[in-house]
């Protein structure tokens, strides 16, 4: 398996595609490649690949994110939109194990938020 990085601009049709359907975000289905681009213009996109490029696993990071805290605006990057391919084989984990490590390494302050039922999932990956 193969952690992969790629920015917004460096995504193919085909991959663009695979990410919407692994999303399954009904007003996205039909989003084309140039508005995705757009859309997501402040984002990098996060893989695990299996050995033939296929993604395996897949989370987004939006370096447009900013919260009002006591009056003072603070910037983020935000960890989203994380899904695998195929449920309970581990990809996601790995995939945010490999996540963590980059951030860390870059010293990028990162948030996120998920719904309850999956909070077992990130506190088992140390989140």
Known sequence: MKYQIKQTQE??????????????????????????????KDSEFHFLLDTEENILAVMRMNFDFTLEISGE?????????LVATHKKKGYGAKLVEAFKDHVTQRS????????????????????
């Open 11 to 40: 995504l193919t049709e085909r991959e663009i595609e695979h990410i919407l359907k692994l999303w399954d975000i009904s007003m996205w289905n039909t989003m084309k490649a140039a508005y995705f681009r757009t859309f997501f």
């Open 73 to 81: 605006e603070l910037s983020f990057a935000e960890a989203v939109g």
């Open 108 to 127: 990028i302050d990162t948030i996120g938020f998920c719904h309850q039922e999956l909070r077992p999932f990130y506190q088992k990956c140390n989140i």
